[in-house]
């Protein structure tokens, strides 16, 4: 079964390596103004995200130095990099929000779509200290830290290391359909 998708889908593709070119600032605002249209239990929004390009260096290098040195190597070319935050509890009542974390992948999907529209691309990393991140920018701790995100313009694949090099080259795989869809014991699935 192959059925055909959204082209801004179909042409996601999360890349290392990034062009140096600066992002317009509208774009940038388009962004984040596309997160913030994301569907949201109870419309509680509650996603945050630390960002800087490098016009401002200080917060850059900051954000920077949270990630593992591996994704240090490739996104340092990337012209913006985003934390991204989920509030723990609702505003409105204070109970537990067990749904945040699937709104801020809403809203990241949003940001995905509209960054792919204008010719931009996102990495999302896991590779990164939580801890140092919250310190750094002493984030409460009534907020999960979720991932963060490499934001650019696609760059010339020539300036990663080698070993990096042949993962932005490898062929992009998706689990075939009947590997996630089932309809009826959980034994069915593989």
């Not at 593992?68 to 509030?87: G, R, S, Y």
Request: a negative charge; charged letters at 30%.
């Amino acid at each position: 079964m192959s059925a055909k998708i959204h082209e801004l889908i179909d042409k996601r593709w999360s890349p290392r390596a990034f062009s140096d070119q600066e992002i317009e600032p509208d774009k940038i605002e388009k962004l984040f103004e596309a997160a913030s249209f994301a569907a949201s239990c109870f419309n509680e929004q509650p996603w945050r995200f630390v960002y800087a390009t490098k016009d401002y260096p200080e917060r850059y290098n900051q954000l920077m130095s949270c990630l593992v040195e591996f994704n240090q190597m490739w996104v340092k070319t990337a012209p913006m990099i985003i934390l991204t935050l989920a509030a723990k509890k609702f505003a409105q009542n204070q109970k537990e929000n067990l749904h945040a974390r699937h709104d801020l992948g809403l809203a990241i999907g949003n940001m995905s779509a509209q960054a792919t529209d204008m010719g931009l691309y996102m990495h999302q990393m896991a590779g990164f200290s939580v801890e140092k991140a919250r310190e750094m920018f002493e984030i409460p701790s009534d907020f999960d830290i979720v991932t963060m995100i490499a934001v650019g313009y696609r760059g010339d694949p020539m300036q990663l290391p080698e070993n990096i090099r042949e993962m932005e080259s490898s062929k992009r795989e998706r689990r075939s359909l009947d590997k996630i869809l089932f309809d009826g014991d959980w034994d069915d699935m593989k």
